[in-house]
């Protein structure tokens, strides 16, 4: 319905409208009133349906992506970097911080850099580990590009239909997934005790907790990544399970990788 106030032709670029939205431009037709009501009634549904596809349909968030409905969901990227971003400021309870890496690390290493760069640096080693942690989350949030380019192309090239596009969204999906889980298994790592596998070579009865937790943790990632390319690239068991299997194997390395480098970089830097 045309409001009596609501322009004819398009405020962006002057082609006439004909209902909500512009076809040259694309621009929504501006109607100031019930614009915010209007904003969440469009965004509330499609959130959801993201959480919920996300949580539950292991594939239906890319599966969607393929078919070109786009709209229902929030974009790929936006959705991995907002639940990046979720995970970084839950560092406080998953203990994802370079002051936990440098606890844990029995060698006392990073403990010794930390202390050694903060005295270059001239400050007080409290204030560095914090300005280290902000420089951290920064550089992880830039570098966690490269786990999902690592995990786009494992999936582009174990495929024979190369939709480069479809693989990067895939591998967006699964690191937010990957994220949201790590919160999880970490947060639960804290509570129960656990020392991080790779931490140490002594076999204390925390870290073998921990290669429990991890075990616990790449199953989990495992079985959502075969389900999804079941569902995505409709792969059978054996090849989808190689596959996962590929993909999970790949996404371990780099992001061990991706955290060390962003670790050495933030000390450095900051
Ligand atoms: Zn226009």
């Not at 967006?172 to 990957?178: F, R, S, Y």
């Not at 299997?245 to 060390?260: E, H």
């Amino acid at each position: 319905m045309a409001d009596a106030g609501a322009p004819v032709a398009c405020t962006n670029c002057g082609a006439p409208l004909a209902g909500e939205w512009c076809t040259r431009c694309g621009q929504e037709r501006i109607v100031e009133r019930g614009a915010l009501r209007r904003y969440f009634e469009r965004q509330v549904p499609r959130i959801l349906h993201t959480v919920r596809a996300l949580l539950l349909q292991p594939g239906q968030l890319t599966l969607e992506y393929a078919r070109g409905q786009r709209v229902r969901s929030i974009s790929a990227w936006r959705l991995t970097f907002n639940v990046l971003a979720l995970f970084l400021a839950l560092s406080f309870v998953t203990g994802f911080r370079v002051a936990t890496f440098a606890r844990v690390d029995q060698s006392g290493r990073l403990q010794g850099a930390i202390a050694a760069a903060a005295v270059r640096a001239g400050v007080d080693e409290g204030a560095f580990v914090e300005r280290v942690e902000r420089r951290f989350a920064l550089v992880y949030t830039g570098m966690t590009v490269v786990t999902i380019a690592a995990i786009a192309i494992v999936v582009g090239l174990t495929h024979r239909r190369r939709r480069w596009n479809v693989a990067g969204v895939f591998a967006l999906h699964v690191t937010a997934w990957g994220f949201l889980v790590d919160a999880v298994f970490q947060g639960a790592m804290e509570v129960t005790g656990a020392t991080p596998m790779l931490a140490t070579t002594e076999v204390t009865q925390a870290a073998v907790r921990g290669a429990w937790w991890l075990l616990l943790f790449e199953g989990v990632m495992f079985a959502y990544v075969l389900l999804a390319l079941r569902r995505v690239y409709g792969d059978g068991v054996v090849a989808g399970s190689t596959k996962a299997l590929l993909v999970i194997v790949v996404r371990l390395v780099i992001s061990n990788l991706v955290v060390f480098a962003s670790a050495s970089l933030a000390l450095m830097t900051a």
